[in-house]
């Protein structure tokens, strides 16, 4: 019933820039916490940026603070990951993720790949 479906994921240079969506359907979105993990090959799946239900609060990770903008479009059950100055360790399977913090309920969608080269 719940489905969180991600895109925007590509290929791209070093420096480019990529904006990944993920709309959210079975859930009332508003009420949800919302955030960004990825997992890079051989690696632990890590939290890039996270933000509060109604938008007033984010947090980043520090690799990608300066670089990277969460938001979300609650009208549009959408949350958003505007990805600048793109470097090759961003290259990873980006999954987002919708927590109700209350009743812990949790959510991922399926992810989305993006790969960076040199």
């Known amino acids: 019933q719940v489905q969180l479906v991600e895109s925007g994921g590509g290929s791209v240079h070093t420096g480019g820039s990529l904006r990944l969506s993920c709309a959210a359907s079975?859930?009332?979105?508003?009420?949800?916490?919302m955030y960004w993990y990825r997992q890079a090959p051989g690696k632990e799946r890590e939290l890039v940026a996270g933000?509060?239900?109604?938008?007033?609060?984010?947090n980043y990770h520090d690799s990608v603070k300066d670089r990277f903008t969460i938001s979300r479009d609650n009208a549009k059950n959408t949350v958003y990951l505007q990805m600048n100055s793109l470097k090759p360790e961003d290259t990873a399977v980006y999954y987002c993720?919708?927590?109700?913090?209350?009743?812990?309920?949790?959510?991922w969608g399926q992810g989305t790949q993006v790969t960076v080269s040199s």
């Open positions: 993720k919708a927590v109700r913090v209350k009743f812990t309920w949790t959510y």
């Open positions: 933000i509060s239900s109604a938008g007033e609060t984010t």
């Open positions: 079975g859930l009332t979105f508003s009420t949800y916490f």
